[in-house]
């Protein structure tokens, strides 16, 4: 079956501008939250089919760490925050000065470090958006998981009534003090969504 | 020295129905979705779909492989094609974990799914042997065609989560 390539955003389009505010604002808010300097970058962006995904770092069974951040207006959308197991436990110690449960398990005050910093970085990354678009986007309490990406993806698209192939994936990198984290977003946005905030951006 | 069975691997994406008449593992990733599995023993034909919705909101959707109410008897049909008889089809059921239950609530697409699956079968009159449906967790299947037998995993979640 044939299917549509991932397609980069270009450097220089309106919507990389308004992400790349987004990083600002987000190592902002991290640097307060950690106390630390922070370095993040927005090291890759494109639009890909929903099965494409699984071709990248992860795979559709790899069992991820995530937190969902859902978006109520302009139609509604969401907003996946995904790392490994590694790397969650990195952000856990940088976060939280934490120390692992048995068998380096997460405590609740880890989940709770993650779902805060998804909450900074992706309000971040909607706010730059919805100013970049002038419209309103506002993010659900982070909820967060820890199963198979493909599981997760599919009862999200599914949730939102998505059709399956406009999925922008957001991949950074975080580093503070020792730790280099890498964090991948995917904004998976309804239709009205996409014509709300991607089309005045000249991305839909 | 017994040689092994060379299993053709099929990736099962959304909405797709896959039929095969020789040694092959389907394999898929669920999570509100729902996997039936079916199983002909004595012409050796198995068959899997992989569904999001019970029923589209039309009569009829041009999409069937996204729909339970659809999917499953286009199933059931590509078996029939492939030599399968439906009186000795028997289902597998897989599926239909509310992953996002701290969103969606109790009433959840997943738990619909599974309904309609079950409801779906019962009525085409084929036989479920087997059924891993429901909790909160996403579930990856393999499905071997030429035995009917199916491997499903899960995620430990307790293994990496403490405290919740």
């Given at each position: 079956m044939e299917r549509e390539a991932a397609m980069p955003v270009k450097s220089g389009s309106a919507l990389r501008e308004a992400l790349e505010r987004g990083v600002q604002q987000a190592v902002r808010a991290a640097e307060l939250l950690t106390g630390r300097p922070v370095r993040m970058t927005l090291a890759r962006m494109e639009a890909v089919p929903a099965d494409a995904i699984f071709e990248g770092r992860f795979r559709a069974d790899s069992p991820l760490a995530m937190v969902v951040l859902r978006i109520h207006d302009q139609g509604g959308g969401f907003l996946l925050l995904m790392m490994d197991e590694d790397s969650a436990r990195a952000l856990n110690a940088l976060l939280w000065g934490g120390v692992p449960g048995a068998g380096g398990s997460l405590t609740a005050d880890g989940i709770s470090a993650l779902k805060e910093l998804a909450n900074i970085v992706g309000s971040s990354f909607l706010n730059a958006l919805a100013d970049a678009a002038h419209v309103a986007l506002r993010p659900s309490e982070p909820i967060f998981l820890y199963d198979m990406l493909a599981a997760v993806i599919e009862t999200l698209l599914v949730e939102q009534g998505i059709d399956t192939d406009r999925i922008l994936l957001i991949g950074t990198s975080l580093a503070c003090a020792d730790a280099d984290v890498c964090l991948d977003f995917l904004f998976l946005p309804s239709q009205a969504l996409i014509e709300a905030v991607l089309g005045p951006l000249g991305d839909a | 020295m017994r040689s092994a069975v060379q299993y053709r691997w099929v990736n099962l994406g959304i909405g797709d129905i896959v039929v095969m008449a020789a040694s092959a593992r389907i394999t898929t990733v669920l999570g509100s979705c729902i996997s039936v599995c079916l199983f002909d023993e004595e012409r050796a034909v198995g068959g899997m779909n992989h569904f999001m919705l019970?029923?589209?909101?039309?009569?009829?959707?041009?999409?069937?492989?996204?729909f339970g109410s659809e999917s499953i008897p286009e199933l059931v049909r590509r078996m029939a094609a492939a030599g399968a008889r439906r009186g000795r089809m028997v289902a597998k059921v897989f599926g239909g974990g509310n992953v996002l239950a701290e969103l969606s609530g109790a009433g959840s697409v997943a738990g619909r799914n599974i309904e309609v699956a079950r409801h779906c079968l019962l009525e085409l009159h084929i036989p479920v042997v087997a059924e891993d449906t429901g909790g909160s967790h996403g579930r990856k299947v393999d499905f071997f065609t030429d035995s009917g037998k199916v491997l499903v995993r899960a995620v430990e979640h307790q293994r990496f989560v403490m405290n919740r």
């Open positions: - | 019970p029923a589209p909101m039309g009569s009829r959707s041009g999409t069937p492989g996204r």
